[in-house]
Antibody, heavy 119, light 110 residues
Framework: QLQLQESGPGLVKPSETLSLTCTVS??????????WGWIRQPPGKGLEWIGS???????YYNPSLKSRVTISVDTSKDQFSLKLSSVTAADAGVYYC???????????WGQGTPVTVSS | QSVLTQPPSASGTPGQRVTISCSGS????????VNWYQQLPGTAPKLLID???QWPSGVPDRFSGSKSGTSASLAISGLQSEDEADYYC???????????FGTGTNVIVL
């Protein structure tokens, strides 16, 4: 059964870049029909789509974050990653990595990793 | 700010039927399918309804989804205490070229 696990620093300083990695186990990251994405949830608030990437390399980003976000895939390690630059306190929250099949909802989620933005 | 609007809360007694609405626009619900997610306290969300009204494996048929025009609904029949959770609708938005979530609805079992 496919599983996803987020990893990365839980504390990031304001103005710096948040970097998270999601490791895929129990399956391959190389399926042409799958998409891999990141979703976040500020404390006590709702879900926010950050962006996603397909095996083809096509990426789709939330317009409100697009200028600061990069999502990439490393097929040799079965990992995909998120980079969010120039973070502020508003970027704090739980970050989930996720996987879906094209034309369907997000079927697999990581457990989530909390991120705090503070100096 | 979410482009899909849900009521902040909904409630019912065990056994009752609860319905949650999700209002969007022509660029999202009006032209793409709707997914629903359930988030139990302290856990990651789970796909509850796929493509308007399809059940992913393991989801009980007490949960059902529907769509009409630019709105969608999630119905929970035979409400149970373990259904206490936050529920989110979501859809692709062709104008934003992005997936969008609803504002979320907290379901309380009285």
């Amino acid at each position: 059964q496919l599983q996803l696990q987020e990893s990365g620093p839980g504390l990031v300083k304001p103005s710096e870049t948040l970097s998270l990695t999601c490791t895929v186990s129990g399956g391959s990251i190389s399926s042409s029909t799958d998409y891999w994405g990141w979703i976040r949830q500020p404390p006590g608030k709702g879900l926010e789509w950050i962006g996603s990437i397909f095996y083809s390399g096509s990426t789709y980003y939330n317009p409100s974050l697009k200028s600061r976000v990069t999502i990439s895939v490393d097929t040799s390690k079965d990992q995909f990653s998120l980079k969010l630059s120039s973070v502020t306190a508003a970027d704090a929250g739980v970050y989930y990595c996720a996987k879906g099949v094209a034309g369907h909802g997000v079927g697999v989620w990581g457990q989530g990793t909390p991120v705090t933005v503070s100096s | 700010q979410s482009v899909l609007t849900q009521p902040p809360s909904a409630s019912g007694t065990p056994g009752q039927r609860v319905t949650i609405s999700c209002s969007g626009s022509r660029s999202n619900i009006g032209s793409n399918t709707v997914n629903w997610y359930q988030q139990l306290p302290g856990t990651a969300p789970k796909l509850l309804i796929d493509n308007n009204n399809q059940w992913p494996s393991g989801v009980p048929d007490r949960f059902s989804g529907s769509k009409s025009g630019t709105s969608a609904s999630l119905a929970i029949s035979g409400l149970q205490s373990e259904d206490e959770a936050d529920y989110y609708c979501a859809a692709w938005d062709g104008s934003l070229n992005s997936y969008v979530f609803g504002t979320g609805t907290n379901v309380i079992v009285l």
